[in-house]
């Protein structure tokens, strides 16, 4: 396949990636990097001076994870150009055009332009590798918030999906006395049998003021004004939940919670082996989608 390829945008991750996709013999061209600093002592690397130069250069454009935080921009941390998403995607005729959490109403926009979209984060392989370095974030987050260690706290995993699995499993590790929350049945048996304490989410509300630090992987907000009250004042509570999060953040605030939300941790915390699991994804898609 053709050794060109364009990236726009993204975070340290984009650009951990654009230096992967070089030294495996890529020549990438970019738009919205100029102040990744790090980029410039490669040859390979071409930074475009205006998009339409950047795309022309590939049929596969490479975009921001997430693609855009308020759904009107993507994603552009080194850059001090704002691209708007209907801009970019009005260049992108007769492109393929991979990033992550799209969403919808942005793939709504694309309808009737001859762009094919594929979302890196609709890929299972990606999530699963994704959830290792979240999990270690969420822990990372909780050593330096807390006054205590880990180990010997009562810690609640709001979620079994798959964050919650590979976060309860590295929590219980180091020694939390850890319950996990579910809804479904089965759920509660799994958290069972691996071992740590299973809270229906019927009985949450019972049970909520028991727990030292709480890590919300929920992504609707379950942490009302309502359970929050119930909540121990000098809990710690992480969400990892993407918008609109899975904390009334207002509601935390006002009672004196401390609530951080921690979104997009691969890309903060680990942002080249994030870029390593982000190369062996994309070339799954090339193996699909391009051969």
Request: with cysteine; net charge negative.
């Amino acid at each position: 396949m053709d050794k060109n390829l364009c990236v726009i945008g993204g975070d340290l991750r984009i650009v951990k990636l654009v230096e992967i996709l070089v030294n495996d013999g890529y020549t990438v061209y970019t738009y919205a990097l100029e102040e990744a600093e790090s980029l410039n002592q490669f040859e390979k690397v071409i930074q475009c001076k205006s998009m339409v130069d950047a795309i022309a250069s590939s049929n596969i454009v490479i975009g921001p994870i997430p693609l855009s935080s308020n759904k009107v921009d993507i994603n552009t941390p080194f850059s001090k150009d704002n691209i708007s998403i209907e801009e970019l995607l009005a260049k992108l005729d007769g492109k393929k055009f991979i990033a992550g959490s799209i969403g919808e109403e942005i793939i709504k926009l694309s309808e009737n332009k001859n762009i094919e979209i594929i979302d890196l984060m609709q890929r299972e392989e990606l999530t699963v590798l994704n959830t290792i370095s979240t999990a270690e974030g969420a822990i990372q987050i909780a050593m330096q918030e807390t006054l205590s260690t880990i180990h010997g706290s009562n810690v609640l995993v709001l979620g079994f999906g798959r964050i919650g699995k590979i976060l309860s499993k590295m929590l219980n590790g180091i020694g939390a006395r850890v319950s996990c929350e579910a809804r479904k049945e089965s759920d509660i048996a799994w958290i069972k049998a691996y071992g740590y304490n299973p809270v229906h989410l019927n009985v949450l509300d019972e049970h909520i003021g028991e727990y030292d630090i709480i890590i919300n992987t929920i992504p609707y907000v379950i942490l009302d004004s309502d359970k929050l009250s119930k909540v121990k004042k000098d809990c710690l509570i992480v969400d990892l939940a993407s918008n609109p999060g899975g904390v009334d953040r207002e509601a935390a605030r006002q009672i004196g919670i401390k609530t951080i939300w921690a979104l997009a941790l691969p890309g903060k915390v680990a942002p080249i082996t994030s870029a390593e699991f982000l190369k062996e994804t994309i070339y799954n898609i090339f193996k699909e989608y391009c051969s």
